[in-house]
């Protein structure tokens, strides 16, 4: 183990007597275990080409979930090709007028 300060040393300390509790909600650990299991195995490599506008969003979005953003784009992708990604209409169309008033304006 590499070498710990005093205050990872009282919180390992804190961790293996069991006083420390997960804060996570039931939905949150869903989501990471789902992006956990969508790019554990990664065994070929993509390379797409993506707007500025559309990688910004994405970044941004992966940086409120907390993963990386292309963690973010494995797992969307990985639940569009299983047929678990809704389609939200509105919120589509929302998207797309934000995306044309944003290219508009650059």
Known sequence: MSKLDAYERKVLAAYESGKLKSVATKSE???LKAA???TAIKDR??????SSIDLGDIQAKALEEGVPYQTLIASVLH???TGR???KSQRITSRLSRTTRKRAAG
């Open 36 to 38: 956990a299991r969508a």
């Open 45 to 50: 490599r993509v390379n797409i080409r993506l």
């Open 79 to 81: 639940k569009y090709v």
């Open 85 to 87: 990604l809704s389609d």
């Open 29 to 31: 650990l869903q989501n």
